[in-house]
């Protein structure tokens, strides 16, 4: 059972917008940045959000992120195929003085 | 730009130690934190813990009665030590570098598949 919630699987059809959930508690998205994460399958996992709504240089700008209370999301715009990943949201945890991580979220680009 | 790569056994027995190992190239591993992270079969990630350059390290409660992780400022790498191993703690292990005390993972390994079995 993680610790943040997301829903197991989004999908979307190319050019489409998806956007993923991710819901935590007071000791975690309510006090602390929100990080989001892509896996693709024998990859090095990739940051594409930090700082809730930043990106790194080199994430397209189709990539958005945004906080909200204790929730988190993550928003792809202009879906592309490429986009069929794992996504995973993360957060430091003030009573754990660690990093949680939600269940992952399996994008299926359609 | 720094590249992580893990390296250990696949294949550990029950009750054994897993022993990984983190090379980093590209870059130093002073002055930053490094953090080894797992991902179960059909499941989200789970932080393990994470050594500073110095040496102090950080360990998720779930582990830390069996857990150690060290740095070898002179190899560059960071290692990960797991003990007293079940097939719960088979997952493909990752290592990455943590930007402060954070969630802030800038680079990451490829991970390394471990399987504990008989």
């Known amino acids: 059972q993680s610790v943040l919630t997301q829903p197991p699987s989004a999908s979307g059809t190319p050019g489409q917008r998806v956007t993923i959930s991710c819901s935590g508690s007071t000791s975690n998205i309510g006090t602390n940045s929100v990080f989001w994460y892509q896996l693709l399958p024998g990859t090095a996992p990739k940051l594409l959000i930090f700082r809730s709504d930043e990106r790194p240089s080199g994430v397209p700008d189709r990539f958005s992120g945004s906080r909200s209370g204790t929730s988190a999301s993550l928003a792809i715009s202009g879906l592309r195929s490429e986009d069929e990943a794992d996504y995973y949201c993360a957060a430091w945890d003030d009573n754990m003085t660690g990093p949680v991580f939600g269940g992952g979220t399996k994008l299926t680009v359609l | 730009h720094v590249q992580l790569q893990e390296s250990g056994p696949g294949l550990v027995k029950p009750s054994e130690t897993l022993s990984l190992t983190c090379s980093v190239s590209?870059?130093?591993?002073?002055?930053?934190?490094w953090t080894w992270i797992r991902q179960s079969p059909g499941k989200g990630l789970e932080w393990i813990g994470y050594?500073?350059?110095?040496?102090?390290?950080t360990y998720h409660p779930s582990f830390k009665s069996r857990v150690a992780i060290s740095v070898d400022t002179s190899k560059n790498q960071v290692s990960l030590r797991l003990s007293s191993v079940t097939a719960a703690d088979t997952a493909v292990y990752f290592c990455?570098?943590?930007?402060?005390?954070?969630?802030?993972?800038?680079?990451w390994g490829q991970g390394t598949l471990v399987s504990v079995s008989s």
């Open positions: 590209g870059g130093s591993i002073n002055n930053y934190y």
């Open positions: 990455a570098r943590q930007l402060g005390i954070s969630v802030w993972l800038d680079s």
């Open positions: 050594v500073y350059s110095s040496g102090s390290t």
